[in-house]
C-alpha cells in the first residue's frame, strides 16, 4: 500500500527558509508524478509545485516561483521542497501527492494518493 510521509514544516520568520521532505513507500514510483499542495485555514488546497518521477519536468505555481524548488532522489523515493523567502501568506498545511501517471496536474482531485500532511507557519 502507497504511504506518504512529509517532515519538515515549523515555525520560521518572513524571509527565511524551510525544507520539506516526502518520503514515499509501498510501490514502484517509476511512473509517478509527484506533487506538493497547501491549504490555508479557511482556502481551497492548492498547488505549489509538481515533478515527474523519471523526468526533469518541473512546474511551480506562480506565487512561488523563484522562491521554491521542488526535486526528487528516485533512488530514496524522496521528493523535497525547499522554500527560501518565506512570506507569511505561505502558512499553510503542506501536502504532498503522488499518481501514478506522466504528467504534472495541477488539480488536487487528480492526485490518488496523499500525506497527512506538515504544518509550515511564516511570522511576520
Known amino acids: 500500500q502507497v504511504q506518504l510521509v512529509e517532515s519538515g514544516g515549523g515555525l520560521v520568520q518572513a524571509g527565511g527558509s524551510l525544507r520539506l521532505s516526502c518520503a514515499a513507500s509501498?510501490?514502484?514510483?517509476?511512473?509517478?508524478?509527484m506533487a506538493w499542495f497547501r491549504q490555508a485555514s479557511g482556502n481551497e488546497r492548492e498547488f505549489v509545485a509538481g515533478i515527474t518521477w523519471r523526468g526533469v519536468t518541473r512546474t511551480y505555481a506562480d506565487s512561488v516561483k523563484g522562491r521554491f524548488t521542488i526535486s526528487r532522489d528516485t533512488a530514496k523515493n524522496t521528493v523535497a521542497l525547499q522554500m527560501n523567502s518565506l512570506k507569511p501568506e505561505d502558512t499553510a498545511l503542506y501536502y504532498c501527492a503522488a499518481d501514478q501517471r506522466y504528467e504534472i496536474t495541477t488539480t488536487s482531485g487528480d492526485y490518488y494518493y496523499w500525506g497527512q500532511g506538515t504544518q509550515v507557519t511564516v511570522s511576520s
Open positions: 509501498g510501490g514502484d514510483f517509476t511512473w509517478y508524478t
